[in-house]
T-cell receptor, first 112, second 115 residues
Framework: EPEVTQTPSHQVTQMGQEVILRCVPI?????FYWYRQILGQKVEFLVS????????KSEIFDDQFSVERPDGSNFTLKIRSTKLEDSAMYFC??????????FGPGTRLTVL | QKEVEQNSGPLSVPEGAIASLNCTYS??????FFWYRQYSGKSPELIMS????GDKEDGRFTAQLNKASQYVSLLIRDSQPSDSATYLC???????????????FGQGTILTVHP
């Protein structure tokens, strides 16, 4: 069964550094998403991406964040200058039709 | 501000019993409703989706939706210890009819099934 994959599984970085989190969505899906979950808190929406552009973003998704689909398979989330409060699990999800979403295993980001 | 509310639990049931998980939502125009299961340290795993009022059954799971009451529930029959996890309620769809599927999640209910 096809699944969403994410790399790396764990990323440790120093405050102020740039990180890129990578995702490979399910191949015939058209809608892509990033969510994050701070330890012990709700899963929070960051951004949705459709037709090669951002379709919706949350207040969390400020100028420090960007997303890109550099080729036909990868979907990336970049954080330009990480802060301590960016430490969280980051989940990529994809959907065939902006509805039922399937989540990847997540990347645990630790900012020191 | 759209809100999805769940009792955080923990909800403890004996093996073989029915577990009942509840969720309310504030946005009256929410269109789609989902239940995800999340094991500790893992990602959300889709269990059920429901879009119209009434019940929807899939194996041991039954989702119930009441849009008038803004209430959605999940019943797990014949609960197993492997069902022990956090159950997340999520909604999508909102005002204006424009939605690219942004999910709004509840806090989750911790379910423990003891042998």
């Amino acid at each position: 069964e096809p699944e969403v994959t994410q790399t790396p599984s764990h990323q440790v970085t120093q405050m102020g550094q740039e990180v890129i989190l990578r995702c490979v969505p399910i191949s015939n899906h058209l809608y892509f998403y990033w969510y994050r979950q701070i330890l012990g808190q709700k899963v929070e929406f960051l951004v949705s991406f459709y037709n090669n552009e951002i379709s919706e973003k949350s207040e969390i998704f400020d100028d420090q964040f960007s997303v890109e689909r550099p080729d036909g398979s990868n979907f990336t989330l970049k954080i330009r200058s990480t802060k301590l409060e960016d430490s969280a699990m980051y989940f990529c999800a994809s959907s065939p039709a902006s509805d039922t979403q399937y989540f990847g295993p997540g990347t645990r980001l630790t900012v020191l | 501000q759209k809100e999805v509310e769940q009792n955080s639990g923990p909800l403890s049931v004996p093996e073989g019993a029915i577990a009942s998980l509840n969720c309310t939502y504030s946005d009256r125009v929410s269109q789609s409703f989902f239940w995800y299961r999340q094991y500790s340290g893992k990602s959300p795993e889709l269990i059920m989706s429901i879009y119209s009022n009434g019940d929807k059954e899939d194996g041991r799971f039954t989702a119930q939706l009441n849009k008038a009451s803004q209430y959605v529930s999940l019943l797990i029959r014949d609960s197993q210890p492997s069902d022990s996890a956090t159950y997340l309620c999520a909604t999508t769809g909102g005002a204006g009819g424009t939605s690219y599927g942004k999910l709004t999640f509840g806090q989750g209910t911790i379910l423990t099934v003891h042998p």
